[in-house]
């Protein structure tokens, strides 16, 4: 079987950072407005009193600090609490195609491939801005590429799941250099006025180039050596909104993100750790063998947990890194943020773990070896 590498990482992020303090500031004014608004009807029974929202829980819940947004505009004030953006005409590009360029020219750059040599794009995500034209047949005319392009979604875990697809293509024999990239344009689809899921996401792009190792001339790419891909039905995270809403009755109740983060937590770590340890097991690699687990970023003390089930002891810091504290949740994107920004510093038969998971439920895991 053809050995296949990731032999290029490329990051887009946006500019716009709001802190937890900013946004627990225009969250609790909302909750003030609201409480004052409503007092009768409070005092009557017959609507909740909200809660505040706080810095410390969200810090001590995920290990959030901070994220990134494309528009920051109306996302702090408290009377619009979504960003505010204008609709692009059929001649700008969309905002997931443009992170997805930038990303993947860094991408490309590392891998020292230009678009002649891509063949295959993939754009996965856990929300598309529209159905179609898929957004990566937009990248793949906006890079000048050929062959084809396909969008897919497993929520969290399309990042992983692209990379496989990547992987049998090129053993199949349908490409010979694929770019994947994860434009994650989370922030609209927040509900700001949650006080269980306001500081959740952030917006970031990230781009991978897969190709066979015998094509590779990068200085810095990993060998696939296991891919191991599961998924189990729940309603735990959740979107409800597609493309029949208009046809449905208004209800402001139906949320674009919702979960119950509590039983996320408790019933998606095993089937992560099982995973990947199942594939370990297949790949002949022990714990001892890991020098990184660039894992999926939604919180602090999952990546903890699931580092120790593999580790068999407390993880240090640099073995487990974290990018969530600026980032946040970044949806498919966090894991190949994490595998991008500290895959430096190790040496030629190094393994690792690249791993995403959430809704769906969806596990995607990849053991890599250092060329
Ligand atoms: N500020 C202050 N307090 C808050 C709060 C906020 N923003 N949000 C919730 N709380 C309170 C709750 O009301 C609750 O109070 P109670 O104990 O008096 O009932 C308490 O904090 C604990 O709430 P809970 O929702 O159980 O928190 P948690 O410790 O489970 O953390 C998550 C919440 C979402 C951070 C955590 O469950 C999580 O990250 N789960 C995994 C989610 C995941 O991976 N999702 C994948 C998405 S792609």
């Not at 950072?17 to 500031?25: F, G, P, Q």
């Not at 050929?146 to 990547?166: E, I, L």
């Amino acid at each position: 079987m053809k050995n296949v590498v990731i032999s290029g990482s490329g990051l887009f992020t946006p500019e716009e950072t709001i802190s937890n303090e900013e946004l627990v500031a225009s969250y609790n004014q909302y909750v003030d407005n609201f409480n004052t608004e409503h007092a009768d009807a409070i005092s009557a029974g017959a609507v909740d009193k909200l809660e505040h929202s706080s810095c410390e829980f969200i810090e001590k819940a995920s290990g959030i600090k901070s994220r990134h947004v494309l528009y920051k505009k109306g996302i702090l004030d408290p009377a619009i609490m979504q960003p505010v953006f204008e609709r692009r005409s059929e001649e700008q590009m969309p905002e997931m195609v443009e992170m997805a360029l930038s990303a993947a020219k860094e991408a490309m750059a590392q891998a020292g491939k230009t678009a002649a040599d891509i063949d295959l794009i993939i754009c996965a995500a856990s929300n598309m801005q529209r159905p179609y034209p898929a957004l990566s047949i937009e990248l793949q005319h906006h890079l000048g590429a050929h062959g084809y392009a396909f969008d897919m979604n497993v929520a969290c875990s399309s990042a992983t799941f692209a990379v496989s697809n990547a992987v049998n293509a090129i053993r199949g024999g349908t490409a010979r250099v694929v770019l994947v990239v994860n434009p994650e344009f989370a922030s609209p689809q927040v509900n700001y006025r949650s006080r269980d899921s306001h500081f959740i996401f952030g917006d970031v792009c990230t781009a991978t180039i897969i190709e066979a190792e015998d094509t590779c001339s990068s200085d810095n790419a990993w060998r696939i050596k296991g891919m191991r891909l599961k998924t189990e039905f729940s309603n735990n995270i959740r979107c409800d909104v597609g493309y029949t809403e208009h046809c449905l009755a208004p209800d402001p109740l139906v949320p674009f993100f919702k979960q119950q983060g509590r039983k996320v937590f408790k019933e998606l770590l095993p089937i992560v750790a099982d995973v990947i340890l199942t594939e370990m097991a297949a790949q002949q690699v022990g714990p001892e063998q890991l020098k990184r687990l660039w894992l999926h970023q939604a919180n602090i003390n999952m990546n903890i947990f699931a580092a120790k089930k593999i580790l068999g002891r407390d993880p240090l810091p640099e073995e487990a890194p974290l990018v969530l504290d600026s980032y946040a949740n970044t949806a498919s994107a966090g894991s190949v943020i994490a595998f991008h920004k500290y895959k430096q510093g190790l040496q030629s038969g190094d393994h690792a773990i690249l791993c995403s998971f959430g809704a769906g439920y969806s596990v995607g895991c990849l053991v890599l070896q250092k060329c």
